[in-house]
């Protein structure tokens, strides 16, 4: 497990981030939200020592993070990192062995993996010569070549197709299930609840909220419940309970307890027929939202 530790860093008198703690854990897919500025990028070249922090640690399994775990971290950069008029299969080659493995052994490994994101016909093709989105599957596979310890990645997904997602997230998530831990960084909100295990939620620099879906949601402030009638629903508004939206026989409205949005219903039964009632089932762009305002 990796462990951020009251991780504190200043850009002259900018202070970034401030006393940011979070873990990934090994067979998880930990997702990184923020707004652009938040402090994302920061923390993760932070983590892989590119970066240094003023004040905090980075740990694994309770210890000091040191080089050597570093090095084998696989790593995708928000800007493509490969060389444009290398082939593909060459460029896998090389860092292949940049990290210690045989000539044979990366170019059976990367092209093991150039076939499982769909880039088999492609792998003896300059970079440049591959669309956008295929250049980021080749980074995929030069991130993975080495059969890295931890992945960090900086949006992995950009550029790709719903197909070409699946694709690498089956990718990503066989390194999960042997035992490395995955911080992957995203601008889609939805795309992130449907793929991760845990979310990290960073504003400001800061860490707003942290933890599986589940628990933010239990967490999160203003559980909301919709009601729908065939009666005229203007008097919730006089409940005492605050409304959110509102529309002829159709209201979402605030109630901290279930005692009091079954308060609600009760009046709701005596006036009409209630065709709906119930919690409603949030999104992480709503907890987003809440939890950075």
């Not at 000091?64 to 460029?91: C, F, H, S, W």
């Amino acid at each position: 497990m990796i462990s951020v530790r009251k991780v504190n860093r200043s850009f002259g008198s900018a202070q970034v981030l401030r006393d940011v703690s979070f873990a990934i854990r090994p067979g998880m897919l930990t997702g990184f939200v923020g707004g652009n500025g938040a402090g994302k990028t920061t923390t993760m070249r932070i983590i892989l020592g590119v970066l240094a922090l003023d004040s905090g640690s980075v740990e694994v399994d309770g210890q000091p993070i040191t080089e050597d775990y570093r090095a084998n971290i696989g790593y995708i950069p928000e800007e493509r990192g490969l060389y444009p008029k290398m082939k593909v299969i060459d460029q896998l080659v090389y860092l292949g062995r940049l990290h210690g493995l045989s000539a044979r052994e990366a170019r059976g490994r990367g092209a093991e993996l150039l076939e499982r994101l769909g880039l088999g016909d492609r792998m003896g093709d300059p970079l440049e010569a591959l669309s956008l989105g295929n250049q980021q599957r080749a980074q995929i596979a030069a991130a993975l070549v080495h059969d890295p310890v931890a992945l960090i990645l900086d949006e992995p997904f950009s550029g790709l197709d719903p197909l070409a997602v699946e694709t690498t997230l089956g990718v990503l998530r066989t390194a999960a299930d042997a035992g490395a831990p995955v911080l992957f960084s995203s601008h889609q909100l939805d795309l992130v609840e449907r793929l991760c295990d845990e979310l990290v939620i960073i504003a400001g620099g800061e860490i707003r909220a942290n933890g599986t879906r589940e628990d933010l949601l239990a967490d999160a402030a203003e559980p909301v419940w919709e009601l729908q009638s065939s009666a005229d629903v203007g008097w919730v508004r006089g409940a005492g309970v605050q409304v959110r939206e509102f529309d002829a026989g159709n209201v979402r409205f605030v109630a901290r307890t279930e005692d009091e949005a079954n308060r609600v219903l009760a009046e709701a039964l005596a006036r009409g027929t209630v065709t709906h009632f119930g919690r409603v089932n949030r999104t992480l762009h709503d907890i987003f939202q809440e939890t950075v305002r």
